[in-house]
């Protein structure tokens, strides 16, 4: 009954190396983001999708790729990992209205994986 | 560029006391979230408060917005050991539909 679930929730691998994080959400959501949290817990925003369509790209390398294969699932493949790309990674998901509107934007995150490139 | 500020930075309390937490922002917005993460978990909603409102209460959670100041703040009344959290706010900035957080109060709560 997880409402926003990621795999895996640990990832530990060496540089170079090409992996990936799964999201999934049963929330009945349009929109899924990804965001990165540092070591001093700074909270960024990588991307988002609504719909399967991609809405948000932040200023993110482009050895990272989302890709939404439906609205309920979210996928994040890292290629050519780097020391920095060390954090964990949450993936998070909404109902989303207009832009402007003040309906509610809540988000609700999943677990996080914590990767780890040595 | 980060929107939203919290001060202080960590905090620590002891059970029974009341914590309160500041943030600050620097465009106009739609509303403003506030959310908790425990120690390795993911963040969990808490509040959410509209850019018309100036106060909101949850539970044992208070929560003041002043636009005039871009400012809100976050009161944890008889604090409990399972309040020790990070609490990080987040506003969705006025025209546009992502959260931009701040960097997080650390609360520790001693039982």
């Known amino acids: 009954d997880t409402a926003v679930s990621q795999t895996p929730k640990y990832l530990v691998t060496q540089m170079g190396n090409d992996k990936s994080i799964k999201c999934e959400q049963n929330l009945g959501h349009d929109t899924m983001y990804w965001y990165k949290q540092d070591s001093k817990k700074f909270l960024k925003i990588m991307f988002s999708?609504?719909?399967?369509?991609?809405?948000i790209n932040e200023t993110v390398p482009n050895r990272f790729s989302p890709k939404s294969p439906d609205k309920a699932h979210l996928n994040l493949h890292i290629n050519s990992l780097e020391l920095g790309d060390s954090a964990v990674y949450f993936c998070?998901?909404?109902?989303?209205?207009?832009?402007?509107?003040?309906?509610?934007?809540?988000?609700?995150f999943g677990p996080g994986t914590r990767l780890t490139v040595t | 560029s980060q929107q939203g500020e919290e001060d202080p930075q960590a905090l620590s309390i002891q059970e029974g006391e009341n914590a309160t937490m500041n943030c600050s922002y620097k465009t106009s917005i739609n509303n403003l979230q506030w959310y908790r993460q425990n120690s390795g978990r993911g963040l969990v909603h808490l509040i959410l408060i509209r850019s018309n409102e100036r106060e909101k209460h949850s539970g044992r959670l208070r929560v003041t917005l002043d636009t005039s100041k871009k400012s809100s703040s976050l009161l944890i009344t008889a604090s409990r050991a399972a309040d020790t959290a990070s609490y990080f706010c987040?506003?969705?900035?006025?025209?546009?539909?992502?959260?931009?957080f701040g960097k997080g109060n650390q609360v520790v709560v001693i039982p």
């Open positions: 998070a998901s909404s109902q989303v209205g207009m832009v402007g509107d003040r309906r509610s934007y809540e988000q609700y």
């Open positions: 999708y609504n719909n399967k369509e991609l809405i």
């Open positions: 987040a506003t969705v900035p006025y025209g546009n539909n992502r959260l931009a």
